[in-house]
């Protein structure tokens, strides 16, 4: 059973950068398509960005595009962060499931998730 672990929230002033991880065990996030999703305080839960596993395409949602990378090195998954604004503060979760397919940022597609790591952006 995969799981995943996520870590890097934290607390940033408006323009600031952060850098979060994805890490998994029992398996390897390289035969996974993963995403990033976040949700707000009485927000519904939104994609964020995802990353296939095969050619490494991306995607990302509107509103970080130009702000936000995601990124695959040594067995973890990475979503930098940058230009940070108040409206990114959420609860910032990893999700993982098999595909070989290109990469989905519709929850409904993703069979492993995390527990989720807090980013507040603000002054």
């Known amino acids: 059973q995969l799981q995943l672990v996520e870590s890097g929230g934290g607390l940033v002033q408006p323009g600031g950068s952060l850098r979060l991880s994805c890490a998994a065990s029992?398996?390897?996030?390289?035969?996974?398509?993963i995403g990033w999703f976040r949700q707000a305080p009485g927000k519904e839960r939104e994609g964020v960005s995802c990353?296939?596993?095969?050619?490494?395409n991306t995607d990302y949602a509107d509103s970080v595009k130009g702000r936000f990378t995601i990124s695959r090195d040594g067995g973890s998954v990475y979503l930098q962060m940058n230009k940070l604004k108040p409206e990114d503060t959420a609860i910032y979760y990893c999700?993982?499931?098999?595909?070989?397919?290109?990469?989905?940022?519709?929850?409904?597609?993703?069979?492993?998730w995390g527990q989720g790591t807090q980013v507040t952006v603000s002054s």
């Open positions: 029992g398996g390897s996030v390289d035969y996974y398509v």
């Open positions: 999700a993982a499931y098999r595909s070989s397919r290109r990469c989905s940022n519709y929850a409904e597609s993703y069979a492993y």
């Open positions: 990353i296939s596993r095969s050619d490494g």
